[in-house]
């Protein structure tokens, strides 16, 4: 069998620029002001998020990764054969290297990333790793909706793999509408394989997302640096700080990036003004029960199949079919 080449990521950087200032523009207009967490993963971004996942604090990584070590032969035989695996937010693909490692005769990868250092690197370690698995990357925003490019070889399913518990970023009508997203794009035969980072006590949450060595804050406000360094604007990273805080009722971390001084700040020519201690929301991270996803589930017509958590029910990687 002759080995499949890696096609060439279909890139949509000449307008990743226009669509980053029209964002940046739109959120800092908005009162209280936001920012998409998807912009936290540039090159440095994603670099910082690797190290983030090294920090005693944040369990998460270290948890699913062992979880998918335990598990990773039942899950496999769960999605069944001759299956293209599409991953959305695909980072680094360490736990993607497990479950490829496992699957019967998985057709293709298509990894969706948007950060295309990030997918490069990703690529070439999985292509040298399985060089009979045709790679088939896309470096797109997954949230825009994904059309994975078809492999040489006809897959008999399609499952999307998305780890990571990213899907608790997204608020609760954003996360059903990828969830419907994942539906259609699996149709009838295929599945859905989710991270997703059960509620415990809420001291183990606050500090995996405020560690003592400072990374966390330091890709926080990589936010505002990248913002600098690609629309010119003239953020004093000295006077914002980053806090996350746990909101037990809606059962969610809440991080901002919080001004430290009354002060003006200029975006591609535009002037947004910055109270004294103004907070200026950049990302969710929701913890579910899986009575609470099952739930989230039922809304994008699905339902689930399967779970396997670890012995501290701290974590869950969920199985999804079409109801």
């Known amino acids: 069998m002759n080995n499949p080449q890696t096609s060439s990521p279909i890139d949509s950087a000449a307008s990743a620029c226009a669509?980053?200032?029209?964002?940046?523009?739109r959120g800092l207009r908005l009162h209280p002001k936001r920012l998409p967490?998807?912009?936290?993963?540039?090159?440095?971004?994603?670099q910082l998020f690797e190290d983030i996942c090294e920090q005693p604090e944040y369990y998460l990584t270290r948890v699913e990764l062992q979880?998918?070590?335990?598990?990773?032969?039942?899950?496999?035989?769960?999605?069944?054969?001759d299956a293209l695996l599409v991953e959305y937010g695909s980072g680094s693909g360490l736990k993607t290297e497990l479950l490829l490692g496992e699957m019967h005769h998985p057709v293709a990868?298509?990894?969706?990333?948007?950060?295309?250092d990030a997918l490069d690197a990703s690529i070439a370690r999985l292509a040298a790793r399985f060089p009979r698995i045709e790679m088939l990357p896309v470096c797109a925003d997954f949230t825009r909706g994904v059309v994975a490019p078809l492999p040489s070889r006809q897959a008999q399913r399609t499952i999307?793999?998305?780890p990571g518990s990213t899907l608790g970023n997204f608020e609760v009508h954003e996360a059903i509408a990828l969830l419907r997203q994942m539906r259609t794009q699996i149709g009838m035969r295929g599945g859905a394989l989710v991270g997703i980072d059960l509620k415990k006590d809420a001291t183990i949450i606050e500090a995996a997302y405020n560690d003592r060595a400072g990374v966390?804050?330091?890709?926080?406000?990589?936010?505002?640096?990248?913002?600098?360094r690609e629309l010119g604007a003239d953020f004093d990273l000295g006077q914002f700080r980053h806090r996350a805080t746990y909101n037990a009722l809606a059962g969610r971390i809440e991080t901002h990036i919080v001004s430290l001084a009354a002060q003006d700040v200029h975006v591609a020519g535009e002037t947004f003004h910055f109270d004294r201690l103004e907070a200026?929301?950049?990302e969710y991270s929701c913890k579910y029960s899986l009575d609470d996803f099952s739930r989230l589930a039922q809304k994008a017509q699905l339902r689930v199949e399967r779970h396997w958590t670890d012995?501290?029910?701290q974590f869950a990687v969920v199985y999804l079919l079409p109801a």
């Open 19 to 25: 669509e980053l200032l029209l964002d940046a523009r």
């Open 37 to 46: 967490s998807k912009y936290f993963y540039d090159a440095r971004g994603s």
């Open 67 to 81: 979880l998918m070590r335990e598990h990773v032969e039942g899950i496999a035989a769960t999605l069944g054969p």
């Open 109 to 116: 990868y298509a990894p969706v990333e948007i950060a295309r």
């Open 160 to 162: 999307v793999y998305f």
């Open 216 to 228: 966390t804050a330091a890709f926080t406000l990589n936010l505002l640096e990248r913002l600098n």
């Open 280 to 282: 200026m929301l950049v």
């Open 311 to 313: 012995a501290q029910q």
